[in-house]
Antibody
Framework: QVQLVQSGTELRKPGASVKVSCKTS????????IHWVRQAPGQGLEWMGW????????YYAQKFQGRVTMTKDSSITTTYMELSRLTSDDTAVYYC???????????WGQGTLVTVSS | DIQMTQSPSSLSASVGDRVTITCRAS??????LAWYQQRPGRVPKLLIY???TLQSGVPSRFSGSGSGTDFTLTISSLQPEDFATYYC?????????FGQGTRLEIK
C-alpha cells in the first residue's frame, strides 16, 4: 500500500534551517510528484511547492522562493524539504503529499511539527 | 495566480442536516477541484477530486459539483463524525491553492 512517512518533530532557533524528509513506499517513486503543504497552528493549509522525483525538477510558491529547497534521493525513495532563515512564523506542521493528475492529493504523510523559538 | 474564495468560513448545523459549502475560483480551473476533510490534530483526508468524483471509501452522503469557477460540497445528512474543517483545493496549474477552510460545528 502507498505510504508516506515523514521525519520527526524539530525545534529550531530563529535564523536556522530545517530539513524534513518524506519516505515513500508502495508505488513507483518516479511516477508521482510530491507536494509540500504546511499548516500553522489554528490556520489553514498553505501550499509550498512540488518536486518531480523523476528528474528532480521543482516549482516553489513565490512566498518561499529563495528560502525553500526540495530534493530527492531515489536510492531510498525519499524526498526532502529544506527551509532556511526560519522565523517564528514558520512554526507549523509540514506535510508531504503525493499527487496524481486529476486525482489531486490522495496520499499524505503524517506531518512534521517544526517549532521555531529562541 | 488564481485565488480561491471559500464560504462560509464557519457553519453551525445539527446531525441530520443538509449542508453546502461553496468555493469560487478567480479564473476557470475546469474541474481541477478537490475537497478535503480535516479533523483536529489529523491529516487532511481527500473526499472529492475532479470536482465531483467521490474518493474510494468516502460515504455517499458527500457529493461535489461544479465546473469552471463555481463549486460546491454537499453533505446530505450530517453525521457526528462529519464535524470538522473542510478545504477546497485547486490544482489545474501552478501554483496550487487551498481555500481558507470552513469549520463545521455542532449546533
Amino acid at each position: 500500500q502507498v505510504q508516506l512517512v515523514q521525519s520527526g518533530t524539530e525545534l529550531r532557533k530563529p535564523g536556522a534551517s530545517v530539513k524534513v524528509s518524506c519516505k515513500t513506499s508502495g508505488y513507483t517513486f518516479t511516477g508521482n510528484y510530491i507536494h509540500w503543504v504546511r499548516q500553522a497552528p489554528g490556520q489553514g493549509l498553505e501550499w509550498m511547492g512540488w518536486i518531480n522525483p523523476k528528474n528532480g525538477g521543482t516549482y516553489y510558491a513565490q512566498k518561499f522562493q529563495g528560502r525553500v529547497t526540495m530534493t530527492k534521493d531515489s536510492s531510498i525513495t525519499t524526498t526532502y524539504m529544506e527551509l532556511s532563515r526560519l522565523t517564528s512564523d514558520d512554526t507549523a506542521v509540514y506535510y508531504c503529499a503525493r499527487s496524481g493528475g486529476l486525482y489531486s492529493y490522495g496520499f499524505w504523510g503524517q506531518g512534521t511539527l517544526v517549532t521555531v523559538s529562541s | 495566480d488564481i485565488q480561491m474564495t471559500q464560504s462560509p468560513s464557519s457553519l453551525s448545523a445539527s446531525v441530520g442536516d443538509r449542508v453546502t459549502i461553496t468555493c469560487r475560483a478567480s479564473h476557470d480551473i475546469n474541474n481541477y477541484l478537490a475537497w478535503y476533510q480535516q479533523r483536529p490534530g489529523r491529516v487532511p483526508k481527500l473526499l472529492i477530486y475532479a470536482a465531483s468524483t467521490l474518493q474510494s471509501g468516502v460515504p455517499s452522503r458527500f457529493s461535489g459539483s461544479g465546473s469552471g469557477t463555481d463549486f460546491t460540497l454537499t453533505i446530505s445528512s450530517l453525521q457526528p463524525e462529519d464535524f470538522a474543517t473542510y478545504y477546497c483545493h485547486k490544482y489545474n496549474s501552478d501554483p496550487d491553492t487551498f481555500g481558507q477552510g470552513t469549520r463545521l460545528e455542532i449546533k
